[in-house]
């Protein structure tokens, strides 16, 4: 699947951009095409594609993924459609649901209606593992229960049952990722690991809330863009395929380990009143796309932590 014309939505936001940017640097790869669709709301920022900005094979269309009529426009000359678009930030979601909903659910539905009406190849539909809810003991298979715990969680779970139920119905070659936190270079801000590097450079501190026992599984964007494109070109239709890594840490560790990077002072560390809803441990089990796709992440930890320490400290202002 090398010769193709994907049209990546939600392709200016942190990882679908890097997505993008990865797969129009695969070397020897010549035949593809990508167009981005993004709405470029405050997630989305159009510099995160500067570097494919010039290449013929790429290009940019803002709008959004509930338009009908871009969307049908779009999707009838491409084969491929990878679904990066949502609205990804859970205490936003407390706040108010209704953008994630309309997103989540209804914009999926736009974008797998357009899929189905024109012929579309593949539909990869880019999740995330708190759609499974919290996991006190052991590690969510991709057949777990979906027990989706934020307004978020249950967004992307409505839209990834509805992405089935297109292919149950209609035969639409639907395919579903689920990782962990993703982190690296060019994260927004609001998000746990840019947040704490941005304020530590600063030199504020560190919120951490309630005890900082959180534990989460990380991923580096670079080692997720990858496991969503063995998905795209190699799996199987109707499958659900988990994303992981081998960091399954609590938010103080990682906050430690943050301070060490930075070279900040050691007890930077604030813990702040627990937010109203914060699932105790996620944890994946992603054994499947290793043994059928051969996946396998690359990015250590340590390194991935100073990479991004690096960048951040080289883009304070951006």
Not at 99 to 105: A, D, I, L
Not at 134 to 147: K, V
Request: aromatic residues 8%; charged residues 20%.
């Amino acid at each position: 699947m090398s010769g193709c014309r994907i049209l990546v939505t939600g392709g200016a936001g942190f990882i679908g951009s890097r997505y993008v940017r990865t797969i129009l640097d695969r070397r020897g790869v010549h035949d593809i095409s990508v167009t981005v669709l993004d709405a470029l709301t405050y997630a989305g920022d159009i510099a995160n594609l500067t570097e494919v900005a010039g290449d013929l094979r790429f290009t940019f269309v803002q709008g959004d993924i509930c338009d009908p009529a871009i969307v049908n426009q779009l999707a009838s000359h491409h084969d491929d459609i990878v679904n990066f678009a949502a609205e990804s930030h859970v205490d936003r979601s407390v706040q108010d649901s209704a953008p994630f909903v309309r997103t989540g659910t209804l914009g999926v539905c736009c974008l797998l209606d357009a899929a189905l009406h024109h012929g579309v190849r593949t539909f990869t539909q880019v999740s995330t593992d708190e759609v499974y809810g919290p996991a006190p003991a052991g590690s969510w298979t991709e057949d777990a229960p979906l027990r989706p715990t934020s307004p978020y969680a249950a967004a992307k779970a409505a839209g990834d049952l509805l992405a089935l139920s297109y292919y149950r119905t209609h035969g639409l070659d639907v395919r579903i990722t689920r990782c962990g936190n993703n982190y690296g270079p060019g994260q927004h801000p609001e998000k746990f690991i840019p947040l704490a590097i941005t304020r530590l450079l600063d030199g504020l501190t560190v919120p951490l809330h309630g005890d900082g026992g959180n534990i989460r599984s990380w991923v580096h964007v670079d080692d997720h863009v990858r496991g969503i494109d063995l998905v795209r070109r190699h799996g199987t239709p109707g499958e659900i395929y988990n994303i992981g890594a081998h960091i399954e840490i609590s938010n103080h560790d990682v906050a430690e380990r943050l301070i060490d990077a930075c070279g900040a002072d050691p007890d930077l560390i604030e813990h702040i009143p627990d937010r109203k809803i914060n699932d105790r441990r996620y944890s994946l089990n992603w054994t499947k796309i290793q043994t059928e796709l051969g996946y396998r992440p690359c990015v250590d930890f340590t390194a991935g932590l100073t990479q991004t320490v690096a960048w951040y400290r080289t883009n304070r202002h951006r």
